[in-house]
């Protein structure tokens, strides 16, 4: 009888204690990120909405970008269609992430409208970082659930807290959003390329605030990544020099002549025949000679 080896049964415990991190590790990203939920409820009624139109902007909507900026544009005094452009054009990023993750997660059905709604930066960056689809499945769902539950009940507590702000100034409360850009912003310049482009659209904020109306700038700045996303990238223009260096030359074969025929050896001659030895009568007459 056979035994199974202690190594054998290792893989089943330590799945178990990797999906069991990943879940805590969505719980942990759901309180931060709820966190910034209490400037926005603030924000958003004292920009002029109720606590019902807050709660609902943010139940349904449910990107905190894109929420942030619908606000903004409405409290700047903007138009109802500029707030919904600028939140669209942020929200985008929501679809690309869809179509990355959607190999590894459901597409029908409840779990798959679920699946739409809930995809935001937390829930893809979590579930980017597994590396089986069970460890991708975890960390979204994880990530994606508890965002939710934490954004829209600290966007609660921010909403209700708001009405008795008089001056969301005097709380710093008008810089919230602002702050919120910068500390979704800050972790993703890894690059020249990210801070250039960051830069760029910054500038172009700045510019055009005091002439085009609230929301537009927001606008302007988006156009500005656009942009730089449709021209050709130095990483991958080194990238395409790179492969074509290492590419094998393919050189056709140089022609050569066949060798001419070797010219038959000529046949040898044949060898003379040995001469007879003299007979005894030739000898005794040399001998009398």
């Known amino acids: ?35 910034y939920g209490i400037s926005f409820g603030a924000l958003a009624t004292a920009s002029g909405l109720d606590v019902w139109q807050a709660m609902v902007l943010s139940a349904v909507m449910f990107t905190g970008g894109s929420q942030f900026a619908f606000i903004g544009v409405v409290g700047g005094g903007g138009s109802a269609i ?3 452009l600028a939140a669209v054009l942020l929200g985008i990023r929501n679809t690309l992430y869809g179509l990355i ?11 798959g409208l679920a699946r739409a709604h809930l995809t935001i930066d937390e829930s893809a960056a979590l579930a980017a970082g597994g590396t089986t689809t069970t460890e991708k499945r975890a960390g979204f769902w994880a990530a994606g659930v508890w965002v939710y539950v934490f954004w829209n009940l600290f966007s609660l507590v921010g909403a209700l807290a708001g009405q008795h702000v008089a001056d969301p100034g005097a709380w710093g409360l008008d810089a919230a959003a602002a702050g919120a850009f910068i500390a979704l912003l800050w972790p993703r310049l890894r690059s020249g ?35 730089a996303g449709l021209l050709p990238s130095r990483r991958r223009l080194v990238h395409h020099e790179i492969e074509v260096d290492t590419a094998p030359d393919a050189e056709p074969a140089e022609h050569t002549e066949p060798a001419e ?13 040995a001469e007879e030895p003299a007979s005894d009568e030739e000898r005794s007459e040399g001998g009398s000679r």
Request: no cysteine; glycine share 8%; proline share 13%.
């Open 82 to 84: 500029g707030a919904a």
């Open 1 to 35: 009888m056979t035994t199974a080896s202690p190594t054998s049964m290792s893989p089943g415990p330590a799945i178990a204690e990797r999906l069991r991190t990943i879940r805590r590790t969505g719980l942990s990203i759901g309180v931060a990120t709820g966190l």
């Open 193 to 227: 390329e990210a801070v250039a482009v960051a830069v760029a659209a910054a500038f172009v904020a700045l510019v055009t605030t005091p002439a085009l109306p609230s929301g537009l700038p927001v606008l302007a700045a988006a156009l500005v990544a656009v942009v």
């Open 101 to 111: 993750l959607a190999p590894s997660l459901p597409q029908g059905g409840f779990r």
């Open 261 to 273: 025929p070797a010219e038959p050896a000529e046949p040898a001659e044949p060898a003379e025949p």
